[in-house]
Each structure stands twice: as C-alpha cells, then as structure tokens.
C-alpha cells in the first residue's frame, strides 16, 4: 500500500512529508541578516536607524559566519581584543541599542552569561534584528523617548538618543569592521560572495 501511494504522488506530481532528523534547516530556522530585509517604505528617523541597525546586521552576520577556534583566539597583538573578545563586546553594545529601543535601562555592573560563541552570534542577531523591528513599528520623526539609560545600585544616568548614534551604534559598526581584518589575518576571510551594498550573497 505504502508502495502504492507514493507511486501515485510521483506519477501525479505531488509530494508526502517527510520528517527526517538531518533534514535541512528552512528560512524560518535561519538566524536574522542573512540578507538584509526589505526596506522600509519611508524616510524618517526611525525607519533610517532601524535600515542602519539592519546595515549592522548583514555586515556582523557574515563577519562572524564560519568563524573557528584559531579565528576566535586571533589577536594583533599581545594586549590587543582577541576576535572572541570583541565580540562579547559587540553583544554588549547590541545589548544597549536594544535597551534604549524598548527604553529599558542598562544595569551595571552588566551581567555576563556564560554562553558559546555560537550563542553570543545568535542573540546579537536577535537583539539588533528585535530594535529594527521596534523601529520599524514606531515609524516616527520623534526619537526624544529612546533614552541611553545606565543604572548602577538604583541610580540611573539618562543620555538622548544621539549618543546611541554616535556610541554604541558607530561602535559596534567600528568593531565588526575589526572581525573582518582579524580573520583575514587569521586565514579565514570574508566570503568574497557577501556584497555589502546590495545586502545579499551574489550567486
């Protein structure tokens, strides 16, 4: 019967699923940035920093892809960032461009996880990928709500949202320009196919 059925489906161009434990991962499994979203339908400032964070995104998702052990522990030199540092910091700065989006504080002494780098990459996709979004939503010309907020034992420090262009942001731009010199140096460049002006993989 099996035998049967799925030589009709074949014969009438039709497909079974199938559930196989190796099975490829679909778009929806994929982490953000691969390519870069559509853009927004208008200009204002919220749309043009959510296009700079998403900027952001596809630059650091193919610094870090296929990054190995040598990559991570590379350093130019001896009291210099290894590649694996930078991108704890890189987390860092995604994490407050995310805070200051969804206007909640940055707690100091910051918390540091214990995470692999495979999960450090993952949730500073996720975090920049989560501002654009809010960005995206709020679709308005008044970003004087965003605050930079650092909090220390109950105090907070309040900074306008031009500080988050200036700092975290162009920082996080800054460094994840650094991961693509640092794994040249380290034998493992940037995927020659990664083209940074259209947002996409060229075929």
Known sequence: MKIFLLTTCICLGLTLPLKASNSLP???D????????????VYNASTVVARTIDGLGFRYYWATEGLRAEDLAYRTVANARTTGETIDHILGLAEAIANAVHKKPNIRPREVM????????????????????????????????????????????RFSFWHLLNGQLADALWHTGQIVAFRRASGNPLNPKVNVFR?????
């Open 26 to 28: 679909t778009m929806t």
């Open 30 to 41: 994929t982490l953000p940035y691969y390519q870069i979203p559509e853009a927004p339908q």
């Open 114 to 157: 214990d995470m692999t780098f495979e999960q450090k990459r993952e949730k500073t996709l996720i975090l920049l990928k989560q501002a654009s979004d809010q960005l995206r939503a709020f679709n308005q010309n008044d970003m004087n709500e965003f605050d930079v907020i650092f909090e220390r034992n109950e105090q907070q420090a």
């Open 199 to 203: 947002g996409t993989l060229m075929n």
